[in-house]
């Protein structure tokens, strides 16, 4: 597959790149509203669900379905141990000030 570089990749370029810079704008928002630590894997799956999206309008649908599930598989397990790892931390917290 040769992908041509085309006006509507450049717009999609161009809209991932505001995206991006949004959402860190609403991150950088809800760092000084509280904490997001518990948020954090949560916060990297919904960037990368956006960024899947962008690539599915110029990939086939069987490669952006099969990229997606190796997102999965390499993703879920971080994500589970980002909030494993968060609940320890709060539990050894609470345990203290006991």
């Not at 505001?18 to 960037?47: H, K, M, Q, S, W």
């Not at 899947?52 to 589970?80: K, N, S």
Request: glycine share 8%; proline share 4%.
């Amino acid at each position: 597959m040769n992908i041509q570089p085309s006006f509507s990749l450049f717009l999609a370029l161009l809209l991932a790149l505001v995206f991006g810079v949004a959402y860190n704008l609403l991150v950088t928002r809800l760092n000084r509203c509280g904490d997001t630590e518990p948020y954090t894997a949560i916060l990297v799956v919904g960037g990368v669900l956006i960024t899947l999206a962008f690539t599915a309008l110029f990939i086939p649908r069987r490669a952006a379905l099969i990229t997606v599930a190796f997102f999965i598989a390499t993703g879920a397990p971080m994500m589970i141990g980002d909030i494993v790892r968060y609940m320890r931390k709060r539990e050894r917290g609470r345990k203290l000030l006991k």
